[in-house]
């Protein structure tokens, strides 16, 4: 799938801390997909800003709007990040087996 239209979505900030999104709509394209990819991003905005699972940065708007990580390299770190914590789980696991 495609990424995002960089250009579509403008976010304000406001100095006491809210925002307001501004949405470009365009006669060609879908304009529902638009205005639900900008509710998206403002629903993650409000619950606690919009930042990367893995290194806590600001995600960049042109990212799709279900994004959890910033770039690729911080998801190809989380992923290993969770494949190194489950090998560690088994092998604790195994070893309190093998003690019994
Ligand atoms: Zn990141």
Redesign the pocket.
Known sequence: MPAPDPHGLYIEEYDDGGFSIICELWWHGNRANRIRRMRSIADNIRWGGWL??????P?PIFRRSDAL???E??RK?AARLRRHERAKRHRYARGRVMEF
């Open positions: 990367c699972a893995h290194c806590r940065k995600i990580y910033c770039r390299r911080c770190a």
